[in-house]
């Protein structure tokens, strides 16, 4: 007998290929994909002809804990990642204490075994001063560097200090390429000792000049060591440019549904809620980054969710903190695009499933495939829901997409071979399991 089997179900299955079926896992795998499955499940869902995907993989979340958790902890983060169809997420190191040594990382493993609903891995936050930890704690997925200032105390912006952390070691460097040179010129320029309720400084402050000097400074840390280097949330046409004219084998980067669906015109009416860093840009920007999703210069899709409350959110610039809450969203905005024509079933697979999984080294994981981990997402992606803030399992309640009507809402997802979220709900006494990166 199956642990669970999904019947009449549209599978999507690697390559694009949609087989209306069948699904069985057992002991956390699956076990069988067919046009019609014989026998029984201890558990079974009658799909009813909803799409039944992959898990998504975000690969760029802040769930605040430690020293944050009136925001966001383990728990409520990864409730809403399963209600937006996330099966797994790579937390980043920005907490309080912050993720930079063995200690801390144990803690943090420890605490998502025994809070987390999905799936989870962590990076390790470099310091100036923590090279030996930046290459030895284990299980990291990779090392974050914030080469300009964002939430938290975390920062190496000095070149002699980035130099040492590429030409030392092998892991996965992950860099928020942005200029802290450039933002401190900027904001003495724009803003002085001076506050603002114009939130759309920021993004003047933050221009796309200071996120292509740090990326440029990345890439060339990348080609001098041979080093692996991710771009995180890459927000402007002038990087997509720079990287189409070269980006060597062991580049890749990441776009942002932000950056995506959100411009500078949302200044006007959303205020601080669409704050963040890199900041969003004007609103013919995001065709260079479809763009650069379409032709592979861009290679996955994360939401770098970085919830805030609305207290907080509502102060005047620059005391009003940078970040939006969007774990839950990703999915139903990706698939509203695909409807729309912007993109294909089998591109947001590889973006938000195949992709991170590959990119990361994580096994077993990203695609519906017999003897894959039963990490699966059964959507809806007929009817359209609006957004409601009331509605979001974010710990801080709003959404900066709120209002807008979406389809691809996932009616179950599935972690391990286990049903987590159904219709509505996260069900008690299910946890994830901490992710493996391979070398």
Same mark, same amino acid.
């Given at each position: 007998? *199956? ?190 000792? #001076? #506050? ?33 280097? *991710? ?108 409807? #729309? ?16 999984? #590959? ?45 807008? $009507? ?5 009616? *179950? ?22 992710? $493996?990166?391979?070398?």
């Amino acid at each position: 007998m *199956h642990d669970l089997l999904i019947r009449n179900a549209v599978i999507a299955l690697p390559g694009g290929t949609l087989l209306e079926g069948d699904l069985a896992c057992t002991q956390g795998r699956i076990t069988a994909i067919a046009s019609q499955i014989t026998g029984d499940g201890r558990e079974e869902i009658d799909a009813e002809g909803k799409l039944l995907m992959p898990g998504v993989i975000d690969p760029q979340v802040h769930f605040r804990e430690p020293g944050g958790t009136d925001k966001e902890d383990l728990a409520s983060g990864s409730r809403a990642a399963v209600r937006g169809g996330v099966t797994s997420f790579l937390e980043m190191p920005n907490c309080n204490p912050a993720t930079i040594d063995q200690e801390q990382m144990d803690w943090k493993i420890s605490r998502g075994r025994a809070t987390s609903v999905a799936n989870f891995g962590f990076f390790i936050g470099a310091t100036v001063d923590n090279l030996e930890s930046l290459n030895n704690v284990h299980p990291a997925c990779g090392i974050k560097i914030f080469m300009g200032s964002s939430t938290g105390s975390l920062l190496v912006n000095e070149e002699k200090d980035l130099d040492r952390i590429f030409g030392n070691g092998e892991r996965l460097i992950a860099v928020h390429a942005e200029d802290e040179t450039r933002i401190r010129e900027r904001t003495a320029q724009l803003l002085g000792d #001076e #506050e603002t309720r114009d939130y759309a400084i920021h993004s003047l402050i933050r221009d796309a000049q200071t996120a292509l000097i740090a990326t440029e400074r990345a890439l060339h840390l990348s080609g001098k060591y041979g080093r692996r280097l *991710h771009i995180l949330h890459l927000s402007t046409a002038e990087e997509v440019a720079r990287l189409r004219a070269g980006k060597a084998d062991q580049v890749t980067c990441e776009v942002l549904p932000n950056h995506l669906f959100l411009n500078t015109d949302d200044y006007a009416v959303l205020g601080s809620r669409v704050q963040m860093n890199p900041p969003i840009r004007d609103p013919q920007n995001a065709e260079a980054l479809w763009a650069g999703l379409h032709d592979g210069v861009i290679d996955i899709v994360a939401t770098d969710h970085a919830p805030h409350l609305l207290a907080d959110k509502e102060k005047a610039y620059p005391r009003s903190p940078s970040g939006m809450p969007g774990v839950e969203t990703s999915l139903p905005l990706m698939m509203t695009a695909m409807r #729309e024509g912007r993109c294909t079933l089998t591109q947001i697979l590889r973006w938000m499933c195949s992709g991170p999984a #590959e990119l990361y080294k994580i096994a077993n994981k990203g695609k519906l495939i017999e003897g894959f981990d039963a990490d699966l997402a059964l959507i809806d992606i007929d009817g359209y829901k609006p957004v409601r803030d009331e509605e979001v399992f974010s710990r801080t309640g709003w959404s900066p997409f709120s209002g807008r $009507s979406l389809t691809g809402w996932p009616t *179950h997802t599935i972690v391990g071979g286990r049903v987590v979220f159904e219709n509505g709900n996260v069900r008690p006494g299910v946890f994830g399991q901490p992710l $493996s990166f391979g070398s």
